[in-house]
């Protein structure tokens, strides 16, 4: 790769990364235009750059591109959410029932603290990814990668609305909330107890975000 090459993709993963974190932390809602003129000026970016980094976001689900109308964020209708939903218990049950008695917590536990931390300094964007990383860690306890890389796909499709509703939490909710639902989980999980992981898994407030 040339220095040329180089520094184009380099301009490609900064629209990316700065793209995703305006839409991942609800700075952004769904079905936004995403106007070429004014993201290539806040960016600072041209517009090749811009539009391959719009490609790859389209890729993960997050852009969506719209005839004659241009690129907006992705939307999901009512039976998008609800079916997304129904997949990601889906997932969770049979991660839940092939997860091998003994289990590292290690990285669940780093996703925790993780939350912890988020819920502290009020990122919101950290925070969402945290939670996000916490139910993936959850599914990774399985074993099963191909089902955790699935099961992600899935969440970040749901983030998109979870980042508005979390926002919009934040400003009602005690934040404090979000970190007791984890902990229960995790207390659940270490205690090795399908039966009451899946009763928590069903408590935890996600569908709170179908609002």
Same mark, same amino acid.
């Given at each position: 790769?040339?220095?040329?090459?180089?520094?184009?993709?380099?301009?490609?993963? $900064?629209?990316?990364?700065?793209?995703?974190? /305006?839409?991942?932390? @609800?700075? +952004?809602?769904? *079905?936004? &235009? #995403?106007?070429?003129?004014?993201?290539?000026?806040?960016?600072?970016?041209?517009?090749?750059?811009?539009?391959?980094?719009?490609?790859?976001?389209?890729?993960?689900?997050?852009?969506?591109?719209?005839?004659?109308?241009?690129?907006?964020?992705?939307?999901?209708?009512?039976?998008?959410?609800?079916?997304?939903?129904?997949?990601?218990?889906?997932?969770?049950?049979?991660?839940?029932?092939?997860?091998?008695?003994?289990?590292? $917590?290690?990285?669940?536990?780093?996703?925790? /603290?993780?939350?912890? @931390?988020? +819920?502290?300094? *009020?990122? &919101? #964007?950290?925070?969402?990814?945290?939670?996000?990383?916490?139910?993936?860690?959850?599914?990774?306890?399985?074993?099963?990668?191909?089902?955790?890389?699935?099961?992600?796909?899935?969440?970040?499709?749901?983030?998109?609305?979870?980042?508005?509703?979390?926002?919009?939490?934040?400003?009602?909710?005690?934040?404090?909330?979000?970190?007791?639902?984890?902990?229960?989980?995790?207390?659940?999980?270490?205690?090795?107890?399908?039966?009451?992981?899946?009763?928590?898994?069903?408590?935890?407030?996600?569908?709170?975000?179908?609002?």
């Amino acid at each position: 790769m040339t220095d040329g090459e180089l520094a184009a993709y380099s301009l490609v993963e $900064l629209a990316v990364d700065r793209l995703r974190r /305006d839409i991942l932390s @609800g700075r +952004t809602d769904p *079905g936004e &235009r #995403l106007v070429e003129e004014q993201l290539t000026k806040r960016l600072g970016i041209s517009r090749a750059p811009l539009r391959e980094a719009m490609r790859l976001l389209a890729e993960q689900g997050l852009v969506e591109h719209i005839p004659r109308r241009g690129a907006r964020v992705a939307t999901l209708s009512d039976d998008d959410v609800r079916e997304l939903y129904e997949v990601r218990d889906v997932l969770e049950r049979h991660a839940v029932a092939s997860a091998p008695e003994r289990l590292d $917590l290690t990285r669940l536990a780093e996703a925790l /603290d993780t939350i912890r @931390g988020a +819920t502290g300094t *009020g990122d &919101r #964007l950290e925070l969402a990814n945290a939670h996000r990383r916490f139910h993936v860690e959850v599914v990774a306890l399985s074993g099963n990668r191909q089902l955790t890389a699935l099961y992600e796909t899935i969440l970040v499709k749901i983030q998109l609305y979870m980042a508005v509703n979390m926002r919009r939490e934040a400003e009602t909710a005690d934040a404090a909330d979000g970190v007791h639902r984890h902990e229960r989980l995790f207390e659940a999980v270490r205690r090795g107890d399908a039966r009451e992981i899946l009763s928590v898994l069903s408590e935890h407030g996600a569908r709170a975000y179908l609002a």
